[in-house]
């Protein structure tokens, strides 16, 4: 089993950033393996993809998000982040970190609203 914890959501303002970090742990569980993932999902929509790296550090990233957010990961923390920079209200909902691996994992989600 694979555990995440997603942190760092927050009330932001339009404009603003937020950095959230998604820490992976698990018994026999080799991060640097895995592709990882930040969803959301806004109320009354269906949750979509954000942004996601895979275990050669490929991303790619939603057509809403592209030269806003930056996803990263640090292997050795067993650590994904992203970094969302020039919030929009649109961009409120809550993340969630997935990782995957001939199958998926989900953490329970970071609320992030972007309101003034």
């Known amino acids: 089993q694979v555990q995440l914890v997603e942190s760092g959501g927050g009330l932001v303002q339009p404009g603003g950033s937020l950095r959230l970090s998604c820490a992976a742990s698990?018994?026999?569980?080799?991060?640097?393996?895995?592709?990882m993932g930040w969803y959301r999902q806004a109320p009354g929509k269906q949750r979509e993809l954000v942004a996601r790296i895979t275990s050669l550090h490929t991303t790619n990233y939603a057509d809403s998000v592209k030269g806003r957010f930056t996803i990263s990961r640090d292997n050795a923390k067993n650590t994904v982040y992203l970094q969302m920079n020039s919030l929009k209200p649109e961009d409120t909902a809550v993340y969630y970190c997935n990782a995957n691996y001939r199958t998926d994992y989900w953490g329970q989600g970071t609320q992030v609203t972007v309101s003034s």
């Open positions: 698990g018994t026999i569980f080799r991060f640097s393996i895995y592709t």
